[in-house]
Every structure is written in C-alpha cells, then in structure tokens.
C-alpha cells in the first residue's frame, strides 16, 4: 500500500488540502483573510486557499512527528526576519493559526491529544492515518492510468569529450 513517505511533498500537500476542503468541519476562519503567518513575515498569504494548505502541511506534521505541539510547529513554520541593516533574527510563526487549524483537526477527528506519556502532544488516530493513506494510494492510482511513473528511466548520453577550444 502506498504511504505519504511515497509522494513528493509539495504534490501532497495540495492533495491534501483539496480533500480537507471538501469536509465540513475544517474552514478559514474569518481573520484568516488579513493576519500574517508569524511575526517575521511583511503581509498575509497570497494564496486564497492558504488556510487549507497549512492545515494540511500540519496535519502531514502530526503524522510524521507526533507527538507534537504547538511550541514545536511554531519553531518548524517561524522564519527569519529581515531588520534592514540589523543582522536577521529567527522569529516563530502565529500560534493562533496553528493552534486553530490543530483544533478543527481535532473536532474532524483526525488528531488526538496524548497527556500520558513523557512527549505530550498531538497524535494521529486511526481514522486520520487511513485518511492520509487513502490520498496518497489514490494519487497513485491516478499517475499510474495517466502514464506518470517515476520508474520509466530517460537515458541520456553525456560526452566525455573535451570541447575544442
């Protein structure tokens, strides 16, 4: 079966975000149209479907790293400021974004949080795992009846040649 650790980051990711746009639970919030992504960052996303991008890019997080919490996302999404002729300076991204986007996960029911053990933070539950695998087999599926395989090798032909001068 086929797993994220099998796709392209960036290619899921927007897969991703396509589907979590398509459930109920999980929307923009209305500030979501003016805030800034963190501190070091000079306007707001482009992007008009950025809210689903992040959220998918942390839900793909969860599922790599978990446990893991806000603290830690913050550290993953900050970036570092331009202070004009001060030396740059690493700041942390919004903790409300991350923090929002991990609750509307944890209301799908994506997510969970585990206070148990020694690492606290989010994990994924089972229905959020085959959530995630299901994307990624059915993106497979799409590149294999469109002809897309990775696995086709193109030779190329490299001289060894010195070019005259």
Known sequence: MTTIYDMAVREYIEKLALELQKTKGISAPDWSKFVKTGVSKERAPINSDWWFERTAS?????YLKGPIGVNKLRNKYGSKKNRGHAPDKFFKASGKIIRTALQQLQL???IETQDKTVHRGRIMTNKGKSFMDKIASSSK???AKNGDNKNTKQEVKVSKEKPAN
């Open 141 to 143: 599926k799409t590149k």
């Open 58 to 62: 942390i839900l793909r997080q969860v």
């Open 108 to 110: 799908e029911g994506l």
